[in-house]
């Protein structure tokens, strides 16, 4: 158990929808990243957040945004759903404010759209 | 969190053979690197770490090695176990910022 918890850990929904992803992180831990795991992507960057701030951004859709509230915990919502978001969405926390270090990783939200 | 599905390379070894994962990395300026490895249902998990001021570094069982010259990790398991079998991922850090995925390897362990 990584202390990581995702919910919720399977989703189904339709095109068009908008759907959130729920992260609690690590006791302690203040940052919060989000990847998403496709078939032919590997795992993805999409954002970064260190105590309630942006903190680094990568391939994330406009159509995706997140968030880090007070008490740390993150979401991530995802909008205008395609067939091609259907994927495994991934939270992890760190302590430290930079990329080094180990993340420790939720076991996901697998998210599909029909 | 399965990533079974995934259109990886796949290695197959033999239990108690050494295993050999690699890895070619994208950025020259990047200083830092990561293995993961990401049972089925389950989330990525962090096996070992080097910085780029090393070319070598052992775990238990596991040594990384980092080749610079020629921007190329790899993983090496000693007496591999069925327990092993996974997909490896590494990791590269840029600019301090983003930590980038390779695309994974999925190792096989038959007995």
């Known amino acids: 158990d990584s202390g990581v918890t995702q919910t919720p850990k399977h989703l189904i929904t339709a095109t068009g929808q908008r759907v959130t992803l729920r992260c609690s992180p690590r006791s302690g831990d203040l940052s919060v990243y989000w990847y998403q795991q496709s078939l032919d992507q590997g795992l993805q960057f999409l954002i970064q957040?260190?105590?309630?701030?942006?903190?680094a951004k990568g391939n994330i859709l406009e159509r995706f945004s997140a968030q880090q509230f007070p008490d740390l915990h993150s979401e991530l919502n995802l909008s205008s759903l395609e067939l091609g978001d259907s994927a495994l969405y991934f939270c992890a926390s760190s302590d430290g404010w930079g990329s080094t270090g180990e993340l420790f990783f939720g076991e996901g939200s697998r998210l599909t759209v029909l | 969190g399965e990533s079974v599905g995934l259109h990886l390379p796949t290695l197959s070894v033999q239990e108690g053979d050494n295993s050999i994962i690699n890895c070619a990395y994208s950025?020259?300026?990047?200083?830092?690197f990561i293995w993961y490895k990401q049972e089925s249902g389950k989330g990525p998990q962090f096996i070992i770490d080097?910085?780029?001021?090393?070319d070598k570094r052992q775990g238990q069982r596991v040594t990384v090695l980092l080749n610079k010259t020629v921007k190329h990790l790899s993983l090496q398991i000693a007496a591999t176990q069925p327990g092993d079998s996974a997909v490896y991922f590494c990791?590269?850090?840029?600019?301090?910022?983003?930590?980038?995925f390779g695309t994974g390897t999925r190792l096989q362990v038959f007995p």
């Open positions: 990791a590269e850090n840029i600019d301090t910022d983003k930590l980038i």
């Open positions: 080097i910085r780029s001021n090393m």
């Open positions: 957040y260190y105590n309630g701030e942006e903190r």
């Open positions: 950025n020259s300026a990047s200083d830092y």
